[in-house]
């Protein structure tokens, strides 16, 4: 883990370098991935079968594309009986957390007789990335669903990549039966996301694609946003924590490593106002790291995407952590309230030394799909209003009419629109 000075002569050349990482990487996977999903496009479950196969290992043709209901209640009932409890407590959280961001229609009276409003309807046909490559997340089933569902969305089509025996792994099985999930493909990647948005024999076309996951999905969902609607780009995962002396190093150490795991794209940054921390936050990664599963990939990530940064102030940590947009931050600083108005750009904001960030993973109840590469600066975290639309609702009696026509009709003649006058004019002739 390198130990970079962040101070004012060098805070270009850091900004520069994080933003490498959003653009470069996107670029080096986009040829892959438009190959795939063109394949998809015309060739349907075809393709789905050879790139399972490429990708995965696994025959399709003797899996099966659709996971049977047989085997999703097989999955339930394999799965821990004290994880099936703690996956209703985390469904318990999320949904009254996301119960909260239900948006009601709303409609208003016209002088003269009329109303006006807006309707809420929710999407009727989505889909869920659910990632599978190197780890298994029931919890992205969680997080990705239960919005879904808070918003009302009646067809949800889940995509998993298959496990290396050709089955699907019994926790992702076990969330999604928890929910009354039963429509899931066992395909991952880039061609998940190509038969979503494009449809092949088995698999349908979806409105929306949501959820998060490598960057090949990550990818996927850019290239076919516009054939379809999606979320956002959540890709590899990122923390960024900054921390002041007050910090604990153990801590923070544990807390960037958590993320380090998941992806060799991943990002995890620190930075601090203290020479001694950053110091203490290394060794503890070093320590930490011997003793945890995943030493490969961490390792890896630490060496592409890992640094830590010390700087004098707090308002040079946060004008950096603003830059970067991290997916996840977190304050390990003294009063850290009084700081949180100047944090501009984050997915999600853990606050003190007790919020570490997978408490946000699994249980606290907010969303865990969150955006990645800098584009937090523009998204927002999955959220029950990813899963509506809205439609404006105009009723005017004719008296409420007669007070505007004349009005319409100017704005009409300006434009040089008779028609869209005349349909004014008709209304009013004796
Ligand atoms: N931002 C978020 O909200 C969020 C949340 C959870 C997880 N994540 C991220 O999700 C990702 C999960 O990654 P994963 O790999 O474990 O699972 P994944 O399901 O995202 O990707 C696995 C798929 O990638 C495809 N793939 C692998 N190598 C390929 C290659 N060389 N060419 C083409 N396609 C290839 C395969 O089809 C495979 O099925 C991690 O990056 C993690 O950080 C992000
Ligand atoms: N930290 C991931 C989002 O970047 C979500 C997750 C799921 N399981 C564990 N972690
Ligand atoms: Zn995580």
Same mark, same amino acid.
């Given at each position: ?267 995890? +940054?620190? =930075?601090?106002?203290?020479? /001694?921390?950053?110091? #203490?936050? %290394?060794?503890? @990664?070093?320590?930490?790291? &011997? ?116 009005? +319409?009709? =100017?704005?009409?003649?300006? /434009?040089?629109?008779? #028609?869209? %006058?005349?349909? @004014?004019?008709?209304?009013? &002739?004796?």
């Amino acid at each position: 883990m390198k130990i970079i000075n962040g101070d004012r002569n060098n805070i270009c050349e850091i900004k520069e370098e994080f933003r490498k990482r959003n653009d470069t990487d996107f670029k080096k996977y986009n040829s892959t991935v438009e190959k795939i999903l063109q394949d998809v496009k015309d060739d349907g479950d075809k393709a789905i079968i050879k790139y399972t196969n490429k990708f995965d290992g696994v025959d399709l043709v003797k899996a099966g594309i659709k996971v049977t209901p047989e085997e999703i209640e097989a999955g339930w009932k394999k799965a821990d009986k004290k994880f099936i409890k703690v996956l209703r407590k985390a469904i318990e959280n999320i949904r009254s957390f996301h119960e909260k961001q239900k948006e009601n229609s709303w409609f208003t009276t016209v002088a003269g007789g009329g109303i006006l409003g807006q309707r809420v309807t929710s999407l009727e046909k989505v889909g869920l990335y659910v990632p599978g490559g190197t780890a298994a997340y029931p919890s992205s089933v969680l997080m990705n669903a239960i919005p879904a569902m808070v918003a009302g969305v009646e067809e949800i089509i889940m995509v998993t990549p298959p496990l290396a025996n050709g089955g699907v792994n019994e926790g992702v099985l076990a969330a999604a039966k928890e929910l009354g999930i039963n429509e899931i493909y066992r395909v991952g990647g880039a061609q998940a996301i190509g038969a979503l948005a494009f449809g092949t024999e088995s698999i349908p076309k979806v409105d929306k694609i949501v959820g998060p996951g490598n960057i090949y999905v990550a990818t996927a969902k850019r290239q076919v946003y516009g054939f379809v609607d999606i979320d956002m780009i959540a890709g590899p995962s990122e923390i960024l924590v900054i921390a002041d002396e007050s910090a604990n190093p153990t801590y923070v150490a544990a807390d960037l490593l958590s993320q380090a795991e998941h992806d060799t794209l991943a990002s995890a +940054i620190c =930075i601090t106002t203290s020479e /001694e921390m950053a110091l #203490a936050v %290394k060794d503890e @990664i070093v320590k930490q790291t &011997e003793l945890l599963e995943r030493k490969e990939i961490i390792r890896e990530s630490l060496k592409n995407y890992g640094s830590i940064i010390v700087v004098s102030t707090l308002e040079a940590a946060i004008e950096i952590s603003n830059e970067i947009a991290p997916e996840h931050l977190e304050l390990c600083i003294e009063d850290p309230f009084i700081w949180l108005d100047k944090i501009k750009n984050a997915g999600a904001i853990f606050i003190g030394n007790f919020s570490p960030e997978p408490l946000g993973d699994y249980m606290a109840g907010p969303n865990h799909v969150l955006p990645t590469s800098g584009t937090a600066r523009f998204f927002s975290p999955l959220s029950v209003d990813d899963f509506v639309k809205k439609s404006s609702i105009i009723y005017y009696s004719k008296e409420a009419l007669e007070k505007s026509k004349d009005d +319409i009709m =100017i704005f009409a003649e300006l /434009e040089a629109l008779t #028609a869209h %006058k005349n349909a @004014i004019k008709v209304r009013f &002739e004796k």
